[in-house]
T-cell receptor, first 115, second 113 residues
Framework: DAGVIQSPRHEVTEMGQEVTLRCKPI?????LFWYRQTMMRGLELLIYFNNNVPIDDSGMPEDRFSAKMPNASFSTLKIQPSEPRDSAVYFC?????FGLGYGYTFGSGTRLTVV | GDSVTQMEGPVTLSEEAFLTINCTYT??????LFWYVQYPGEGLQLLLK?????DKGSNKGFEATYRKETTSFHLEKGSVQVSDSAVYFC????????????FGTGTKLQVIP
């Protein structure tokens, strides 16, 4: 298995532009998570899905952020319009589901820079 | 709510030194506990885990024991290598039925030759 695949690895965009981050989870994993990592705030859970349905989006910072999971093998995180304070590394992770002891498998992340 | 507290870093050790990174947690119920490692420029990787009290997780020479009485899950390694330089995250997954993992803030380890 290729693991969790994220694209792009790096994204530099100008303030006000729309940014779309992509994630392909591991086949058979029922849960998908989007995290943001910054020096100041550490790892923050933005949103997670179960069987393609958003379960908890309480971590999404504001309406400029949206996430979708149209099918079991693809998810997007969109920022529109982007702002410099959105600069961070965004991680996608997937998991096998309910039950004790299931760890997450993380992708390599997308480093977003908004100038 | 659930929380994880890790010792602040960075931790700088010489090669072959003994490593301890402290982790304590607050949670209701019976959480599973994890250590993740993040190498520079990469995502987090599961290092080891323990699902119940007194369990010991181990991997790549690292160990951690789930201590319910002290609500701790300290990471240890007897002899660190330069290649162990990374950021280490302690985390818990509550058994309350949700798949939300709570992460600590991470501890950066630097091993010098």
């Amino acid at each position: 298995d290729a693991g969790v695949i994220q694209s792009p690895r790096h994204e530099v965009t100008e303030m006000g532009q729309e940014v779309t981050l992509r994630c392909k989870p591991i086949s058979g994993h029922d849960y998908l998570f989007w995290y943001r990592q910054t020096m100041m705030r550490g790892l923050e859970l933005l949103i997670y899905f179960n069987n393609n349905v958003p379960i908890d989006d309480s971590g999404m910072p504001e309406d400029r952020f949206s996430a979708k999971m149209p099918n079991a093998s693809f998810s997007t995180l969109k920022i529109q319009p982007s702002e410099p304070r959105d600069s961070a590394v965004y991680f996608c992770a997937s998991s096998q589901g309910f039950g004790l002891g299931y760890g997450y498998t993380f992708g390599s992340g997308t480093r977003l820079t908004v100038v | 709510g659930d929380s994880v507290t890790q010792m602040e870093g960075p931790v700088t050790l010489s090669e072959e030194a003994f490593l301890t990174i402290n982790c304590t947690y607050t949670a209701t119920g019976y959480p599973s506990l994890f250590w993740y490692v993040q190498y520079p420029g990469e995502g987090l990787q599961l290092l080891l885990k323990a699902t119940k009290a007194d369990d010991k997780g181990s991997n790549k020479g690292f160990e951690a024991t789930y201590r319910k009485e002290t609500t701790s899950f300290h990471l240890e390694k007897g002899s660190v290598q330069v290649s162990d330089s990374a950021v280490y995250f302690c985390a818990l997954l509550n058994s309350g039925g949700y798949q939300k993992v709570t992460f600590g803030t991470g501890t950066k380890l630097q091993v010098i030759p």
